[in-house]
């Protein structure tokens, strides 16, 4: 991160969707009450917190919601919990690797949910996406105007961590300061 007069375009925004629940636990391992996690590749996300004049943010509470590999969300805390973003903006939690579901008669692409909170911000909720998903954009069950799947800051590639079946991803927000 630069601490120059530079300008970051604030991250695009979603609707908050009907599989928000508040009252998460702080858990930086999401789907780890999953009866399958155990069993699944692991995705370890990382990410980074700035605001528009591209500074870091710390303190951001980071809620994150998810289906399970199956496509389905749960009621309970599985795949639910939030992290905090340090000092440095930085924030990660590990996860398996969200299911698509329907949603009419088209798929939605795997996507994790997160929404970011800080006093004096934007609250912030967003929808990120992995690349290569077949149902990204026009083919998402959920218009690209709504959910934004189309949009290539929120698409994120997957790296495979040597010598296992596990995955590493990174993803940079931009909040927008309150005025």
Not at 94 to 112: A, C, M, N, Q, V
Not at 129 to 135: A, N, P, S, V
Request: with cysteine.
């Amino acid at each position: 991160f630069t601490t120059s007069a530079q300008y970051c375009e604030p991250t695009t925004e979603d609707v908050l969707g009907p599989f928000y629940k508040p009252d998460t636990s702080k858990n930086d391992h999401i789907c780890m009450r999953y009866q399958n996690h155990t069993f699944l590749p692991k995705i370890t996300m990382t990410g980074h917190i700035k605001n528009v004049d591209c500074e870091p943010v710390n303190g951001v509470k980071v809620e994150i919601w998810q289906t399970d590999d199956e496509g389905k969300y749960h009621n309970d805390q599985t795949c639910r919990g939030y992290v905090v973003s340090e000092n440095n903006g930085s924030f990660s939690f590990e996860t398996i690797h969200p299911g698509r579901y329907k949603l009419g008669d088209h798929f939605r692409p795997s996507h994790i949910h997160m929404l970011f909170t800080k006093p004096g911000y934007h609250n912030l909720i967003t929808q990120i996406y992995f690349e290569g998903d077949q149902y990204l954009g026009e083919n998402d069950g959920c218009p690209p105007a709504i959910c934004h799947s189309d949009d290539q800051r929120r698409i994120i590639g997957l790296k495979k961590v040597l010598s296992s079946k596990n995955f590493e991803g990174t993803f940079e927000v931009v909040l927008e300061n309150r005025i």
